[in-house]
């Protein structure tokens, strides 16, 4: 986006990181970079303000912090789970309580959550990760009903693979203790550990494709990025289909019945 020119103010937990991340690679006059733990409504509210302050406006709000979590249900801890929903719905939370009353009156905006193909569809070892997404797929789908009438529109947006830091060990968080119950997931941390590097998305081309929908102002609600995440929301439909189509007698079972 600095690229292109715009003005962008990017919440991290390290400015000092980020900065050090660009480098010489982008002109950083219009960037306002801004330390903030999401998890603090108050703090959220100051980095808007200042954004405002600096920009004299909001066009669009992107949320995309989070983290991985590989483990089996049972060997997920209760503080593992309050971290992960703290960051993924709880910090969007704070973050669109601060920024919706500024689009809505204005009457135009665009709010970007970024999700997952596992928004969609679940697998063994990541329930966690998961149930984070999910909420978050929930939340957009109602929220891009309510501001539509104001103008804002809203993007889920669902990667699959994509060659950045997310499965480094860095930022695939792990379970404190595991059991000897769960070997296929011990197998998939290690596949996904080696993975790193190798992954068939191309992070500069996912960027510019949410950048190019947002530009056009258009689109569909979900944005699928990666052949991978097609399969696999393909998949989904499909055993959702099934499912359906082998309960579409009983379901009715549980009516009053007719007047």
């Not at 733990?37 to 303000?49: K, M, T």
């Not at 104001?150 to 968080?173: H, N, Q």
């Not at 992954?199 to 990666?226: E, M, T, Y």
């Amino acid at each position: 986006m600095l690229e292109r020119g715009d003005s962008v103010a990017a919440t991290t937990r390290s400015s000092e990181r980020l900065l050090a991340a660009l480098g010489d690679r982008a002109d950083t006059s219009r960037l306002l970079p801004l330390t903030v733990d999401l998890r603090d409504e108050a703090a959220v509210r100051q980095a808007v303000l200042e954004t405002t302050e600096r920009f004299g406006g909001l066009d669009c709000v992107v949320n995309n912090a989070g983290y991985g979590f590989l483990a089996a249900v049972e060997e997920t801890g209760d503080r593992d789970v309050r971290d992960m929903l703290d960051v993924q719905v709880v910090g969007v939370w704070n973050v669109l309580r601060a920024t919706l009353p500024i689009l809505r009156e204005q009457r135009s905006g665009h709010v970007i959550n970024v999700s997952s193909v596992l928004g969609l569809t679940a697998v063994p070892g990541w329930a966690l990760y998961c149930a984070g997404k999910f909420a978050l797929e929930g939340l957009s789908e109602a929220l891009a009903a309510e501001v539509a009438d104001f103008g804002v529109k809203v993007t889920i947006v669902e990667p699959g693979y994509f060659r950045t830091a997310f499965l480094t060990e860095d930022s695939l968080a792990l379970p404190a203790g595991t059991t000897a119950h769960y070997p296929a997931i011990r197998e998939m941390t290690g596949d996904h550990l080696k993975l790193q590097g190798s992954q068939l998305g191309d992070p500069v081309k996912g960027a510019g494709a949410i950048i190019g929908q947002v530009v056009a102002g258009d689109g569909p609600l979900r944005q699928l990025l990666g052949s991978d995440a097609h399969s696999y929301a393909t998949a989904k439909v499909e055993a959702l289909r099934s499912n359906l189509d082998a309960t579409a007698l009983s379901a009715p079972g549980t009516d009053f019945p007719a007047a």
